[in-house]
T-cell receptor, first 118, second 112 residues
């Protein structure tokens, strides 16, 4: 149980285009989803936290108009990188947790999406 | 920064040996979690230890927590080549909800 999927696993796009990444919880309802980015050999940096049906909370330094997050259902959150530039190239990882008491303490991670902007 | 900091940054051992990784943090926590990441993949939750616990076991994993020193350790016993991965600790700060903050991790390499 507790499987999280991401799509696509890898995407290459031209500079200036927008890219949408999907994060799905396959066998549980994810009231909270998190989006991270990771540069090679570095740590995961939290970008934003999204709760189903409400606006995402962005971390300091993350542009909300650049990284659009939608959490429309209990099983799906999307991250759209708008007007992507080469410096946006990174590994984007989502995670999900449930709201039920102590269960919310554990996050289940997707396999990640590698974005390359040319 | 309030993230966990892992030590050492890299560790190379032979299969069958034990691997010990350490984590330090700076503020009060509710719990502390350890995750594993295989190269180019997502993270896998390994174990959660609460602030009122001192030691926890899960299979070949043993985690300790010393809140007075603000440190934790992860011990992998009888390591296998498949344990090769990066290991991250993530303290859940008191009043921080369930937000995870990660350090740069320990890159473990287990050689045959």
């Amino acid at each position: 149980g507790a499987v999280v999927s991401q799509h696509p696993s890898r995407v290459i796009c031209k500079s200036g285009t927008s890219v949408k990444i999907e994060c799905r919880s396959l066998d549980f309802q994810a009231t909270t989803m998190f989006w991270y980015r990771q540069f090679p050999k570095q740590s995961l940096m939290l970008m934003a936290t999204s709760n189903e049906g409400s606006k995402a909370t962005y971390e300091q330094g993350v542009e909300k108009d650049k990284f659009l997050i939608n959490h429309a259902s209990l099983t799906l959150s999307t991250l759209t990188v708008t007007s992507a530039h080469p410096e946006d190239s990174s590994f984007y990882i989502c995670s999900a947790s449930t709201a039920a008491g102590k269960a919310q303490e554990t996050q289940y991670f997707g396999p990640g999406t590698r974005l390359l902007v040319l | 920064s309030q993230q966990g900091e892992e030590d050492p940054q890299a560790l190379s051992i032979q299969e069958g040996e034990n691997a010990t990784m350490n984590c330090s943090y700076k503020t009060s926590i509710n719990n502390l979690q350890w995750y594993r990441q295989n190269s180019g993949r997502g993270l896998v939750h390994l174990i959660l230890i609460r602030s009122n616990e001192r030691e926890k076991h899960s299979g070949r994993l043993r985690v300790t927590l010393d809140t007075s020193k603000k440190s934790s350790s992860l011990l992998i016993t009888a390591s296998r080549a498949a344990d090769t991965a990066s290991y991250f600790c993530a303290p859940i700060l008191t009043g921080g909800g369930n937000k995870l903050t990660f350090g740069t991790g320990t890159q473990l390499k287990v050689e045959l």
